[in-house]
């Protein structure tokens, strides 16, 4: 009776047993991972929502060097700098990631940091640190989830002068992440005038960021100032009585599509002809980038060493008597050591087709060179160039100070670094063209429109999602120069349930959601007017209808995709018409590719600009 009425259907165990057996076989294991992993997503989530919703950790520092990769650079010299007594009442937390631990907890001990409390990158434990912390510091980027809290001090670095193009000077990729770093950012620290040139022209920083900019110099760069630590590494390191260079090239290929190998086949070339050649007294050591992720093994080479793992790579080029470089921005900061530099450019041509570079090399005072019978001869003839104006122009703030004035700047309030003016800005227009398809009229009229506009009474920003934009590098080659533009990273983050609840329309029991989003998308940006020109993605509409600003959206006829209740939140709706409708008085868009279409659409937009 009981297995009649387990089983009302009357299949017996027996083909229960089957069905069971059957679907689990035949399921795809790729399946049960993606499972796996959305659901770790959704209770990550969840955590990081519950804390956003506790006080903050006032005396709690969360540092993170490159995403948990690494411990190097700005971020191990201000971690070292907050481990004094001068800041004795902070607890200092850094982010890893499991396959980086062994070093970095290495570089952690020979460096007396064994205090640090090291929490694993995107854990249930680092997201609870990442919505508690007061102050949260990183040469990277932060995690698309983060949520700028009221109270929170977010601190940018970055991790290197830029040579490579990027951000909208790189048509191949958007690098909204790093965008929205340095714009959400309450402190950003600089070298030159010229790094911060380039940074904020590359991310469009001006009208935005509201932060301040320190002339501190790089935090990373005290130890090239240090001669008496050159010695004891030396002596470690049993570089005593010999010549020691060091190689740092830079990765190739673009991000999605690193072109590892053949480099790694490159430099195995031309290790073998250095072994070969080089005087008995001479060492060669290589580091590889990080997005390089392939091992080497240089144990067959009697001239040439990997990197020491477990010591700070600044701290080993501090005590090399040169550096050879191809594309990569540490010859900027080994300047400040005044040793001689070599650029090994093989592949020079190839490399400005594929990126681009910021840098005329005919500028740079350092030798060049192509091929390695050249630089073999390079590394054994003395420095014979003169690098003071090159220093002036690319470390004109660098000094064996900048750790220190950065943390009394930012931990104890004291003005003891120049900081760059504040931007005089203008009114900010954004503006929404969803998936920027120009194969939509809205996003047409738009293209046409912003190639005849007066920035200089507003300042005008396109607003996208990023990754329908990455395959589309036209459409970034194209945006006048005086237009800026921001990204929103994917679709919006709800936890399980709320995701279940979207998906059933239900949006009256998530609108405190769609507020978290707007906070999380838009955060504190001086937006003054928002336009809303795509009209039919739901999310986007949810989440910007909370904005602090004059809001507008269109309206295509018959279309029922944004609820009634949303469109009451914005100011203006304006309707989207097959044909022209001359009774009405109020504002109107018309479909359509023709000239006299366009016009008018245009000096509809200009109108709404006006609000």
Avoid at 204 to 218: C, H, T, V
Wanted: hydrophobic share 35%.
């Amino acid at each position: 009776r009981i297995l009649r009425w387990a089983f009302p259907r009357g299949r017996g165990i027996r083909e229960w047993l089957r069905i069971w057996y059957n679907r689990r076989s035949n399921r795809n294991p790729q399946e049960d991972t993606n499972k796996k992993e959305q659901d770790d997503l959704y209770n990550v989530r969840k955590v990081y929502f519950s804390c956003l919703k506790k006080s903050l950790w006032s005396n709690v520092v969360l540092l993170d060097s490159k995403n948990g990769t690494d411990l190097a650079g700005n971020i191990l010299r201000l971690l070292v700098e907050l481990n004094s007594e001068c800041y004795g009442n902070l607890r200092l937390c850094l982010a890893y990631q499991k396959k980086n631990f062994a070093r970095i907890s290495a570089i952690l001990k020979r460096y007396g940091l064994e205090k640090v409390t090291l929490i694993e990158w995107r854990s249930p434990e680092y997201f609870e640190y990442l919505g508690r912390s007061k102050y949260l510091i990183t040469d990277l980027y932060v995690v698309s989830e983060y949520i700028k809290r009221s109270g929170q001090i977010l601190i940018s670095t970055a991790h290197g002068t830029p040579i490579k193009t990027m951000g909208r000077d790189c048509h191949t990729e958007t690098q909204g992440h790093l965008q929205r770093t340095h714009i959400l950012a309450d402190y950003q620290i600089f070298p030159s005038n010229y790094m911060k040139e380039k940074l904020f022209r590359a991310f469009m920083e001006d009208d935005l960021f509201s932060g301040i900019a320190l002339r501190s110099g790089y935090c990373r760069n005290d130890i090239f100032f240090d001669s008496e630590r050159r010695g004891v590494v030396r002596q470690e390191l049993n570089f005593d009585g010999k010549i020691v260079y060091a190689y740092l090239p830079t990765f190739r290929g673009i991000a999605g599509d690193f072109k590892s190998q053949q480099q790694n086949d490159d430099v195995m070339k031309m290790c073998e002809y250095l072994d070969d050649h080089l005087p008995e007294n001479y060492i060669l050591l290589i580091k590889m980038h990080n997005f390089n992720a392939s091992e080497m093994d240089f144990s067959g080479f009697e001239h040439i060493q990997e990197f020491p793992q477990d010591y700070e790579v600044y701290d080993v080029l501090n005590a090399t008597d040169g550096l050879i470089s191809d594309y990569s921005s540490v010859f900027f900061d080994y300047a400040n050591l005044r040793k001689k530099i070599i650029l090994f450019q093989y592949d020079f041509e190839q490399y400005m087709e594929e990126r681009g570079v910021y840098l005329k090399w005919s500028d740079v005072p350092f030798p060049v060179v192509n091929r390695v019978e050249d630089l073999c001869c390079e590394m054994q003839s003395e420095k014979n160039y003169d690098d003071t104006a090159f220093l002036e122009k690319y470390c004109t703030y660098d000094n064996p100070n900048s750790s220190e004035l950065v943390c009394r700047s930012i931990f104890k309030k004291e003005e003891c670094c120049e900081v760059f003016p504040q931007h005089q800005r203008k009114k900010n227009i954004v503006i929404h063209i969803g998936n920027a398809d120009l194969r939509s009229p809205t996003t047409f009229f738009v293209w046409e429109y912003l190639k005849h506009i007066d920035t200089t009474k507003y300042n005008y920003i396109l607003y996208f999602y990023e990754y329908d934009l990455f395959n589309r590098a036209y459409m970034l080659e194209n945006i006048p120069s005086d237009v800026k533009y921001i990204s929103y990273l994917g679709n919006p983050d709800f936890t399980k349930h709320e995701h279940i609840l979207y998906k059933k329309k239900r949006l009256k029991k998530i609108q405190n959601a769609f507020q978290r989003e707007c906070q999380r998308c838009f955060s504190d940006l001086p937006i003054d007017l928002y336009i809303d020109l795509s009209g039919r993605i739901l999310h986007v509409a949810e989440i910007a209808k909370n904005l602090h600003c004059k809001k507008v959206i269109v309206r295509y006829e018959g279309d029922n995709i944004i609820s009634e209740n949303c469109y009451q939140k914005y100011d203006v709706v304006v309707p989207i018409k097959k044909t022209i409708d001359n009774s009405m008085n109020t504002y109107q868009f018309v479909l359509g590719y023709d000239t006299k279409t366009i016009k008018e659409n245009a000096k509809t937009l200009e109108e709404l600009s006006t609000l």
